[in-house]
């Protein structure tokens, strides 16, 4: 492509060399850049891509896209300084890949919890209705029907812009996104044309990478912010920050609630482990999901079908078919009565909403046990909060591993044992290893009892000092509880 048209709408602080050269590739990896590459130097949580311009012009990299000149330029080597590397990848990898999502209806979905499973929801409902889709999310990115393996809850522009660029050429008509804070404060998705935003929650997480809830909270606005007057912002109104969200937005506003006033309304009938009885602005629908947090999602779901076009007893017949997402509230009974969840719950908000909705539904002439961890090098504050919900809202818990990563397994879990109110001392037992946690549960659990495996939901690998070691919660309770059924 044209160096000039890749630089279409970037702007400019001061530029050398910049003359009408053709550009084979863009990368923001040094080790990618080949003949005839553009390098886009952007700083990184581990390096600054600053420091590898000199190793991409040696493989052969012909233009750099940097926020400040090395000290000394190469002649023949285009160089263009912006005031946001992270900004202008993004707009670059737009423009590399010819504004794919200005062909597509594409939809943003962010919050704290509910992102995956409406975004896939979404997919699959329109799928069923006959048309092309697409899903970025954190589960797996697919194509149509062409599944790729997710990386990120947001890719990186250039593989986001690759997969829409796929879609298009597929001749998909709507995408649905998880759009993750880290995406939207790394500006990963600007330069995307969205069709609508959805708002589900928001609730202590990542405080690591934000430091505070405010600055988390004011990253989720700045993705409504972006939205044009030519889309919808869908919130949910009973979450205090929906109506934040859509204070400087553009786009047409809507809400959803169970509990307050808005545009679209769903009310509980019936909740059981099998599904949900659901009262949707007036028509009634039996659905495969579970839980009240699920009834928001389903709402929410159903809201953006109609908001794109599909009618709505279609949207509800298509809703009753629609299959529970891998590792979002996971229920299976084994042979000997035992029923086991298993969901991705990692947040104080999600654990605390999944075991309400067991408690709300279990007739507690059985036992729960929650094996539940914490992962390793991110926000340490809920470790203890994490702990005091799970031995609060269950009769037995086992704290155990979730993803170590760099951190030492018995630190995080000496830290989840400090939210531990001494009253519930009696409920709690630390295992260290993951698979001999959910062994013990499996082993000593009688007919009618329920299990909550928590914390990696759909994952299939364990990370533990960088190297990712297969590892499935679902996996492991099927084998144990055949094992023990014998």
């Known amino acids: 492509m044209n160096l000039k048209t890749l630089l279409k709408n970037i702007t400019i602080k001061t530029s050398l060399y910049v003359e009408d050269k053709d550009i084979t590739s863009v990368c923001f990896d040094s080790r990618k850049a080949e003949k005839g590459s553009m390098f886009v130097a952007i700083t990184g949580t581990q390096s600054n891509g600053h420091e590898y311009i000199d190793q991409a012009i040696r493989s052969g990299a012909t233009a750099i896209v940097c926020e400040q000149l090395p000290q000394q330029p190469l002649p023949g080597v285009s160089y263009i300084v912006v005031p946001n590397s992270h900004s202008a990848l993004a707009l670059i990898a737009a423009n590399f890949y010819g504004n ?26 329109f799928r069923k209705a006959g048309q092309k889709a697409g899903l970025l999310s954190t589960v797996a990115v697919y194509v149509d029907d062409q599944c790729f393996e997710a990386t990120h809850t947001t890719p990186d522009p250039l593989q986001l812009n690759h997969y829409l660029h796929l879609m298009v050429e597929q001749g998909v008509k709507y995408c649905f996104m998880e759009v993750s804070s880290h995406g939207i404060d790394q500006h990963r998705t600007e330069g995307l044309q969205f069709a609508g935003g959805i708002f589900t929650n928001l609730t202590r997480d990542h405080l690591d990478y934000h430091k505070t809830f405010a600055a988390y909270r004011d990253v989720k606005k700045r993705f409504f912010d972006a939205l044009p007057a ?16 859509l204070q400087n937005t553009k786009a047409q506003k809507k809400t959803y609630a169970l509990k307050t006033h808005a545009d679209y309304k769903a009310y509980i009938i019936e909740s059981r482990f099998d599904g949900l009885l659901l009262r949707i602005n007036q ?30 007893i279609e949207a509800l017949t298509l809703i009753s078919a629609i299959e529970p997402v891998a590792g979002r509230f996971q229920y299976a009974v084994s042979a000997t009565g035992v029923i086991t969840i298993v969901d991705y719950a990692h947040t104080p908000d999600a654990l605390e ?12 002439n059985e036992t729960l046990t929650t094996v539940v961890g914490c992962g390793g090098n991110r926000d340490k504050g809920k470790r203890p909060i994490m702990a005091d919900i799970a031995t609060t809202l269950s009769d037995n818990v086992i704290l155990t591993s979730d993803n170590p990563r760099n951190e030492e397994p018995e630190t995080i879990l000496s830290e989840m044992q400090q939210g531990v109110q001494p009253q519930y001392f009696h409920k709690v037992q630390t295992i260290t290893d993951r698979r001999q946690a959910i062994q013990s549960v499996c082993k000593n659990a009688k007919k009618g009892d329920i299990i909550l495996i928590a ?7 364990q990370e533990i000092k960088g190297v990712r070691h297969h590892f499935d919660d679902f996996e492991i309770v099927r084998e144990y509880l055949e094992l023990y059924k014998k």
């Not at 909403?353 to 507690?364: F, S, Y």
């Open 100 to 125: 794919p999502s200005e062909k597509l209806i594409l939809v943003g979905v962010t919050g704290t919890n509910g992102k995956t499973t409406i975004a896939t929801l979404l997919y699959q409902l």
């Open 283 to 312: 028509h009634e629908v039996w659905t495969k999901l579970i839980g009240e947090f699920n009834a928001y999602n389903l709402l929410a779901v159903y809201a953006t079908a109609t908001l794109l076009s599909i009618d709505e």
């Open 230 to 245: 030519t889309a919808f912002a869908l919130v949910n109104n009973d979450d205090k920050n929906g109506a934040f969200m």
């Open 455 to 461: 914390g990696k939901g759909h994952e299939t690998y």
């Open 353 to 364: 909403n999944v075991l309400k909705t067991i408690n709300d539904i279990r007739t507690h």
